[in-house]
């Protein structure tokens, strides 16, 4: 009996072994430890990324102001027809002028020899930039029945005014070959009746006479010319 004590201690310790392994085998941790070693802990499983952050918006662009249809600004009124007649500020000379469909005809006359025809344009606010030869300029506007401006002639600037004119008032002319001269005559009638004129000889200015206003009939060097009505 003395002698089966440490086999049988032997055989138990075997077994106990034995079934420690097995345990390890089967669940794979292994045996604890008899020194009491930490087991160690599984690794932190890494931080899963965060998902970018959205990017910050931009602010909305302010759209430009709307447009907004323009609206049509009226047309001007066009200035009406009519005739202007009257004097130089100085009092020496006449200026007439015939306005018709947006046009404008004028004559300067001293009745001597300087004279001037003028021909051009009258802008929708009743404004007119006229011109003729020999650098002869008109600049005047309609208002309030009026014609108000400077006419310069042979640089000479006279202002002007030029009321409208009514009856027989306004400026004639007549051409014609007299003796084989070229003759052209220039009138202004005033709304009082009076006249000033030149007729033109060949290049030649001088006085001219009278007409009839009803008619328009004179008389230059004996021979009957009949002036008319000048529009543009």
């Not at 662009?61 to 100085?90: E, F, H, Q």
């Not at 033109?200 to 001088?206: D, I």
């Amino acid at each position: 009996m003395k002698r089966a004590g440490p086999l049988i201690t032997l055989i138990t310790g075997l077994v106990v072994g034995l079934f420690m392994l097995s345990l390890n085998a089967t669940t794979g941790k292994p045996a604890p430890s008899s020194y009491g070693r930490a087991t160690p802990s599984p690794a932190a499983s890494p931080t899963a990324p965060r998902p970018p952050s959205p990017a910050p918006s931009k602010p909305a662009t302010p759209t430009a102001n709307p447009r907004i249809p323009a609206v049509p600004s009226p047309s001007p009124s066009p200035v009406p027809d009519a005739r202007y007649a009257g004097r130089t500020a100085d009092d020496t000379a006449s200026v007439a002028i015939t306005l018709r469909k947006g046009r404008a005809v004028a004559y300067f006359c001293d009745g001597h020899t300087r004279e001037a025809w003028l021909r051009g344009a009258v802008e929708g606010d009743g404004s007119m930039h006229l011109t003729g030869r020999g650098g002869s300029k008109l600049d005047g506007a309609v208002s309030g029945g009026q014609v108000t401006g400077t006419v310069v002639v042979e640089d000479r600037s006279s202002p002007f005014t030029a009321a409208e004119a009514g009856g027989r008032a306004g400026v004639y002319r007549a051409t014609a070959q007299v003796r084989g001269t070229k003759v052209v005559g220039g009138w202004i009638v005033l709304q009082n009746g009076r006249q000033v004129g030149i007729v033109n000889r060949g290049g030649k200015p001088a006085a001219a006479p009278p007409i009839d206003p009803a008619t328009g009939r004179v008389e230059v060097d004996g021979t009957p010319l009949t002036a008319a009505p000048v529009v543009p």
